[in-house]
C-alpha cells in the first residue's frame, strides 16, 4: 500500500477524470465567487451605505461587512440543506446543474445593487445555491471514484477551489489597478460581472455527466431505503451520530474561516489604509493600492491552502482521519492568532498568511474526505450537507459576533478588528473538544 499511494491516479479511466474536473470545476467557481465577494464586500459597503463621516464610516464598513457575511452564511446553509436532500432524490448531477445556475445568475446581479439591503438578497441567494454544489459535488466523486483513489482525488478535488480563490484575487488586483489608474469607478461591481460566467459549465454536466451506479442502485431499490430524508438519517443512532459529529467538526472551521480567516483581508485593508493615507496619497490612489494588496493577501492565503489542502489527504492515509483532524485543529488557531496579533508590515503578508492558510483551509480537505465516508448511499449527500450546513447556520453568527466585538467591546481600541478576531481564534478548540467521539474510518469502504 505505501507503494501504491503515489500512483493512484494511474486508477482513474477517462470517464473518472471527466468527472473529478467537471466537479473540481463546479466547487472552483463556487469558491471564486466567495472570494470574489470576501475581497469586494469593504469597498461595497462603502459605496452603498452612503456615510460622510469618515470616523463612524470606517466601524461601519467593517460591521456591515460582517453582516452582509452572515446573512450570506444563512443562504449557503439554507440551500446546502435543502439541496443536500434534492442530491439524494434526483441525482447528483442534475442538482449540480441547478446550484451553478443558481449561484451564478446572483452573483452577477449583486454588481447591479443600490443598496446595503438589495445587496443582502442577492447574497442569500447567491449563498443557496453555493451551500447546494459542495454536498452533491463531493458525493459524485466519492461514488465514483476507485476505493483507493477516492481520498486523493477528494483531496485534489478540495485543492483546486484555491484557484479559484486565486483567480479572483487576480481580478481584484486588475480591478485595484485599473482604479488607481482612473480607468474605472469601481472595484467590486465588475468583480460580481464575471462571477456570473460559471454558468457556462452547466452546460457541459448537461450533456456528458451521469449519475454514479451507487446512486443509481440506491434509487432502484428507493422502496426499500428512502433516498434523502432526514428523518431517515436521525431515525437510526449510527448515522445520527455521526451528523452531530460532523456538524460538530463543520462549525468549528467554518466559523475559523469565515469569522477570523477570511477578515484577514479587511485586517489588511485597514492596516494599509492607514499607511497610504498618511504618505498623502489621493483617495483613488489609496482604493486601488489597497485592492492591490487585498488581491496578494488572498494570494498567499490560498497559496498555503492549495499546499495545505493536498497535504491532508495523504497525512489523513498514513496517521487516520483523527489525528489529522486533531493537528488541523491546533496549528490554525495558533497560526491564525499570529496573523491577527503580529501583522502589520507587508512583508509579514508573504511569511505569515500563508501558513496561516495552509494550516486553516486543510481542515475543508478533512471535510470533503471524511463526510462522504460516514453516511450510506441514500443519504450521502443529505448527511454531508447537514454536517456542512447547519454548522454553517450557527455559524452565520460568527461573523455577527466579530461585528459586534469590533463595533462594541473594542471599538475604544485603535484596531478593533484585531482584537475582536484575535479572541475568536478559539473557536477552533470546539473541533479538537469533538474529535474523541468522531469514529476513524480510514481503510474502510463507503457505508451502502
Known amino acids: ?15 473518472h477524470w471527466f468527472v473529478l474536473i467537471v466537479a473540481a470545476l463546479g466547487w472552483l467557481f463556487d469558491c471564486l465567487d466567495q472570494q470574489l465577494f470576501i475581497l469586494a464586500r469593504q469597498p461595497a459597503m462603502r459605496d452603498l451605505l452612503r456615510i460622510e463621516d469618515s470616523m463612524e464610516l470606517k466601524a461601519s ?3 456591515y461587512a460582517g453582516y452582509a457575511t452572515s446573512i450570506f452564511l444563512l443562504g449557503w446553509a439554507s440551500g446546502g440543506l435543502f439541496f443536500g436532500v434534492l442530491g439524494d432524490r434526483i441525482g447528483r448531477a ?6 451553478i445556475l443558481l449561484y451564478s445568475v446572483f452573483t452577477g446581479l449583486s454588481a447591479f445593487s443600490l443598496s ?72 467590486w461591481r465588475p468583480l460580481f460581472i464575471v462571477g456570473s460566467l460559471p454558468a457556462l459549465l452547466a452546460l457541459l454536466i448537461r450533456r456528458k455527466l451521469r449519475e454514479p451506479e451507487r446512486w443509481q442502485n440506491a434509487a432502484g431499490e428507493s422502496g426499500k431505503t428512502q433516498l434523502g430524508s432526514y428523518r431517515a438519517l436521525f431515525g437510526e443512532r449510527r448515522w445520527r451520530k455521526n451528523a452531530l459529529v460532523g456538524l460538530g467538526l463543520a462549525f468549528s472551521g467554518v466559523v475559523g474561516l469565515w469569522a477570523v480567516g477570511f477578515f484577514t483581508m479587511d485586517l489588511v485593508g485597514n492596516v494599509l489604509t492607514k499607511q497610504f493615507s498618511s504618505q498623502g496619497l489621493a483617495e483613488n490612489e489609496v482604493v486601488g493600492r489597497v485592492a492591490f494588496w487585498k488581491g496578494i493577501t488572498s494570494l498567499m492565503v490560498n497559496a498555503g491552502a492549495f499546499l495545505g489542502m493536498f497535504s491532508f489527504s495523504f497525512l489523513a492515509q498514513r496517521i487516520g482521519r483523527r489525528p489529522s483532524f486533531a493537528i488541523g485543529f491546533v496549528a490554525a488557531m495558533v497560526s491564525t492568532a499570529l496573523v491577527f496579533g503580529f501583522l502589520n508590515e507587508l512583508w509579514q503578508i508573504f511569511v505569515l498568511v500563508p501558513i496561516m492558510g495552509f494550516c486553516q483551509l486543510s481542515l475543508f480537505a478533512g471535510y470533503a474526505i471524511y463526510f462522504p465516508e460516514l453516511f450510506p448511499t441514500h443519504l450521502r449527500s443529505t448527511g454531508t450537507s447537514f454536517c456542512y450546513n447547519v454548522g454553517r447556520f450557527i455559524a452565520a453568527i460568527g461573523p455577527a459576533i466579530l461585528a459586534l466585538l469590533t463595533t462594541k467591546v473594542f471599538a475604544d481600541t485603535e484596531e478593533p478588528l484585531r482584537y475582536a478576531g484575535l479572541s475568536m481564534c478559539l473557536i477552533f478548540l470546539v473541533g479538537l473538544a469533538i474529535l474523541p467521539a468522531a469514529p476513524e474510518t480510514k481503510g474502510q469502504g463507503l457505508p451502502d
Open 61 to 63: 464598513v467593517d460591521a
Open 94 to 99: 442534475k442538482t449540480m446543474l441547478i446550484t
Open 116 to 187: 446595503f439591503w438589495d445587496f443582502a438578497v442577492y447574497r442569500f441567494l447567491t449563498g443557496l445555491g453555493v451551500g447546494g454544489e459542495f454536498a452533491v459535488g463531493v458525493a459524485l466523486v466519492a461514488e465514483v471514484m476507485p476505493e483507493r483513489a477516492r481520498p486523493y482525488a477528494l483531496g485534489l478535488l478540495q485543492a483546486l477551489s484555491a484557484i479559484g480563490n486565486v483567480t479572483a484575487a487576480l481580478l481584484s488586483m486588475l480591478m485595484g489597478s485599473l482604479v488607481e489608474q482612473g480607468l474605472v469607478e469601481s472595484v
Open 1 to 15: 500500500m505505501e507503494r501504491q499511494d503515489g500512483v493512484w491516479y494511474r486508477e482513474l479511466n477517462r470517464y
